[in-house]
């Protein structure tokens, strides 16, 4: 029912900037929060950040926390995710997921985009 599409740009050098979207479709854009996670080559999935459906609330994994901005459109239906002064370690697939799960910030989340890649190097 709910379909979650990254977009945005996959190369950047050190202390560059990037913009990931995610584009939300078969749910009103509110009832969901919507987060951000990524995964390096042979780890394991970690937490980026996150926001509320109604964009009060905004939690940070500590690696980029300062460095990162999660905001939402919810009159279209997008998150993003400002990545700014990036490092080489932030070199991942990039994830958007949603979660319909009370309470805050929120432990689990139902659905899932098929992510996309951003590459920091020189």
């Known amino acids: 029912q709910v379909q979650l599409v990254e977009s945005g740009d996959g190369l950047a050098q050190p202390g560059g900037s990037l913009r990931l979207s995610c584009a939300a479709s078969?749910?009103?854009?509110?009832?969901?929060?919507m987060g951000w996670f990524r995964q390096a080559p042979g780890k394991e999935r970690d937490f980026v950040a996150v926001i509320d459906g109604w964009s009060v609330s905004r939690y940070y994994a500590d690696s980029v926390k300062g460095r990162f901005t999660i905001s939402r459109d919810n009159a279209k239906n997008t998150v993003y995710l400002q990545m700014n002064s990036l490092k080489p370690e932030d070199t991942a697939v990039y994830v958007c997921?949603?979660?319909?799960?009370?309470?805050?910030?929120?432990?689990?989340?139902?659905?899932w985009g098929q992510g996309t890649q951003v590459t920091v190097s020189s």
């Open positions: 997921a949603a979660s319909s799960a009370r309470g805050w910030p929120p432990r689990d989340y139902d659905y």
């Open positions: 078969g749910r009103p854009a509110s009832s969901l929060k």
